[in-house]
């Protein structure tokens, strides 16, 4: 009898989580309900890409955005744009980004300077808190390049940060109870965030798996996870010795760069299908 009670229990369980996922894809890809406005007011390039993604939503379909730069299959940097129209703003994190002509006018920094070296900085693209603010920062910077759309900057930004609740509210639902070991790179504080139990070894590790060493520590985690019924999970930005340690490893998952031409919540709805799905794939 109490088997039954827990097939049943874990049935209700899967059904529930399998409700939410669809849930979420509705919740992605319906239309966006922002005020209609017609015609592009403005033609903007930005660097770097994670925020040409934010500024796409913020801009809506009047803010035509181009970014400077695009993600390669291993996480660096790749020029895409050599050239834009003279009217063009120039939207920049800071204004040390590289690809900002020398003596452009037209351009608007996010932050004057960064609080923290630009390897920990990025880890906050993928925070879902601090995204909200810097989408905040954009919306002053749009604005200020056309400053009789305040209106409509800040109704495309608050469906941002309702998208952004709705989803990392339910990706949490489906993340619930499982257990991650976070060996990524970016990842940190999205994996924390998503509900999960996360296990993340310390600095010092991931200093010597950068070197190339370390593997016996590296294993030792791995087998952890294991034993823990967990999944192990990386992403383009971590060191090539984890990425290549599970490359064949079942329970392991490398996640992408996102899209630039994708909303972030698309890719944070892929991140916690693409950890469900493979949950589901390796333990039922």
């Not at 309900?33 to 913020?58: C, D, N, Q, S």
């Not at 900057?153 to 991650?180: K, P």
């Not at 060996?183 to 996360?198: C, D, P, V």
């Amino acid at each position: 009898m109490s088997y039954e009670k827990g097939g049943l229990f874990a049935m209700a369980v899967f059904v529930k989580k399998t409700f939410l996922v669809l849930f979420l894809l509705v919740l992605v890809f319906y239309p966006s309900g922002a005020m209609a406005v017609e015609g592009k007011i403005a033609t903007v390039v930005v660097t770097p890409p994670e925020v040409a993604v934010l500024v796409r939503f913020v801009g809506g379909p009047v803010v035509e955005v181009h970014s400077l730069f695009d993600w390669a299959e291993d996480g660096s940097l790749t020029r895409r744009l050599r050239s834009w129209p003279k009217d063009a703003y120039l939207i920049a994190l800071t204004p040390g980004e590289r690809g900002i002509p020398r003596g452009e006018k037209r351009v608007k920094y996010m932050y004057d300077f960064l609080p923290y070296d630009r390897d920990v900085f990025d880890k906050y693209f993928f925070d879902p808190a601090t995204i909200s603010f810097m989408s905040s920062r954009i919306l002053v910077l749009l604005t200020e390049i056309e400053p009789s759309m305040y209106d409509y900057f800040q109704r495309r930004l608050a469906e941002f940060q309702s998208r952004l609740d709705s989803v990392i509210g339910v990706g949490r639902e489906i993340m619930n109870g499982l257990f991650i070991l976070d060996l990524s790179g970016r990842m940190e504080f999205l994996l924390k965030a998503s509900g999960a139990e996360t296990l993340r070894p310390p600095v010092n590790c991931f200093d010597d798996w950068r070197r190339g060493e370390g593997i016996v520590e590296l294993e030792k985690y791995i087998e952890y996870a294991k034993a823990r019924g967990g999944l192990v999970v990386a992403d383009v930005w971590s060191p090539p010795l984890i990425r290549e340690t599970l490359s064949s490893l079942s329970c392991a998952i490398l996640l992408p760069t996102p899209k630039v031409d994708e909303m972030w919540t698309t890719y944070l709805h892929d991140i916690y299908l693409t950890i469900w799905n493979r949950f589901k794939a390796v333990y039922g």
